[in-house]
């Protein structure tokens, strides 16, 4: 999608957690990098046949888009990396969390067969941690992934975390800290 639009032409409509382009008729929710140069937008879009689209933005302009099935949630970092958790199935209690670079290609993607309950990525868009709510058959889990590998790099089955603070190396989750060295 990002290579069949010019997004120049769009003009979003900017609030702290909400963005709108009313050219594609979309409207959604917002979080914004920890430097405030990226926000990440999820939402439905109207001019699309997918029932969701993603918008990254660049300091007010639009970067990428990137179409989904029913967006639950996002994250983004300071280097524009992002992470959509995307629910394919409207009856399902399961998601999808894809990773995007600051253009919008695919890195990667890992489903869960349990919604999201929390997300966190680090400001240099290596490591992004996912918490999940309780699933049909089982609890919530903890989920620690590297960005730079594709893959999952640390999981707790039966947990909930509710702080997770990455600096540098290390990621702290509820006040015990983890180097990720040790863990690759």
Not at 17 to 34: E, L, T, W
Not at 101 to 125: K, T, V, Y
Not at 140 to 152: H, M
Request: aromatic share 10%; hydrophobic share 40%; proline share 4%.
């Amino acid at each position: 999608m990002t290579d069949q639009m010019d997004f120049s032409e769009l003009k979003p409509l900017i609030r702290p957690r909400i963005v709108a382009i009313a050219d594609i008729g979309f409207y959604g929710q917002a979080k914004d990098s920890p430097d405030g140069n990226f926000k990440i937008a999820w939402g439905e879009a109207s001019d699309y046949s997918d029932k969701g689209l993603y918008v990254l933005l660049k300091n007010g302009v639009v970067a990428a888009m990137v179409p989904g099935k029913y967006p639950l949630e996002a994250v983004v970092a300071n280097n524009g990396i992002f992470v959509v958790h995307d629910r394919t199935n409207k009856q399902a209690l399961a998601h999808t969390v894809i990773t995007y670079n600051h253009s919008g290609q695919e890195l990667f993607r890992q489903a869960f067969r349990r919604l999201p309950a929390a997300s966190w990525i680090s400001p240099d868009g290596k490591f992004f941690a996912v918490q999940t709510a309780n699933g049909l058959k089982g609890g919530a889990i903890f989920v620690l992934f590297d960005v730079e590998q594709g893959r999952e790099i640390y999981r707790v089955k039966d947990t909930w975390c509710k702080d997770v603070v990455f600096s540098g190396n290390c990621v702290q989750i509820d006040g015990k800290t983890i180097t990720m060295d040790k863990l690759k």
